[in-house]
């Protein structure tokens, strides 16, 4: 069983991986709540899936806001299996750089969202429930001009690992997902220049960029059953990026 009538919070839904995440798991038999801050690009989403998902405007980063989205879940479908906090930033600049407001932005879009989703998820999952936060690999292998997103990233990985430590009796699974680049509009200023995205599929091992649909894809394993005996994971989601090296 994958994701037939299973209900899940997708945090940052108005993005592309959430949309490419809420599409796939509607197609398999899945209810959603997409949540984010865009209203437009948010209900244009929902409205593309009709009835088996709803929009919750929701500004991640607020606890009372994320709290408001799981229980439109639960109010709306009587259950709630899975959360995925899709939300985050890219800030490419080396520290010297790096204004102290954009680290504290940063840090807020990429790693207080992740903490505020699995403060709000714990606690309301159904037994056998799962949290699905995004991470990167700039987290695992040192880029350059990555200080301040790979000090976040790098705190979503502990803070997976240890939620996956305090909620496992309760039999909530808690994991994430690290890309490498992938080709959204988020990283417009970076692929919109020939030869800066020619650099950037260069340093990829498989060659190109990924795609919304590739960490979408991986998302949802590991919110689905199929992944039940995993938690406490970082699914590298990056061509090879972080662990491979072509000759």
């Known amino acids: 069983m994958g994701h037939a009538e299973r209900v899940y919070v997708v945090l940052g839904g108005g993005g592309a991986i959430g949309r490419a995440l809420a599409t796939a798991v509607v197609a398999e038999g899945a209810r959603v709540v997409l949540a984010g801050r865009r209203p437009e690009p948010l209900a244009a989403a929902a409205?593309?899936?009709?009835?088996?998902?709803?929009?919750?405007?929701?500004?991640?980063?607020?606890a009372a806001d994320v709290d408001?989205?799981?229980e439109a879940a639960r109010d709306r479908w009587g259950r709630l299996d899975g959360v995925a906090c899709c939300v985050g930033s890219i800030l490419l600049k080396p520290a010297h750089l790096t204004s102290l407001d954009?680290?504290?932005d940063v840090l807020a879009t990429?790693?207080?969202?992740?903490?505020?989703?699995?403060?709000?998820?714990?606690?309301?999952?159904?037994?056998?429930?799962?949290?699905?936060l995004v991470s990167s690999a700039a987290a695992t292998v040192g880029l350059a001009n990555h200080e301040a997103i790979a000090a976040a990233k790098a705190g979503v990985d502990g803070l997976?690992?240890?939620?996956a430590a305090t909620y496992a009796g309760r039999g909530v699974r808690v994991n994430a997902v690290a890309p490498g680049l992938v080709d959204?509009?988020?990283?417009?200023?970076?692929?919109?220049?020939a030869a800066s995205r020619q650099a950037s599929e260069a340093m990829h091992p498989l060659g190109r960029l990924g795609t919304a649909d590739d960490?979408?894809?991986a998302?949802?394993?590991l919110l689905s059953e199929r992944a039940a005996w995993i938690t406490g994971e970082v699914l590298a989601v990056d061509g090879g990026l972080a662990s491979v090296r072509r000759r």
């Open 47 to 62: 409205s593309a899936l009709g009835p088996a998902a709803v929009a919750c405007p929701t500004d991640a980063r607020v």
């Open 68 to 70: 408001a989205a799981l």
């Open 102 to 104: 954009e680290w504290d």
């Open 110 to 132: 990429n790693l207080r969202t992740a903490f505020v989703a699995v403060r709000a998820a714990a606690p309301r999952l159904d037994r056998g429930g799962s949290i699905v």
């Open 160 to 163: 997976t690992r240890a939620a």
């Open 184 to 193: 959204t509009p988020l990283a417009a200023r970076i692929t919109s220049v």
């Open 215 to 217: 960490v979408a894809a």
């Open 219 to 221: 998302i949802g394993f």
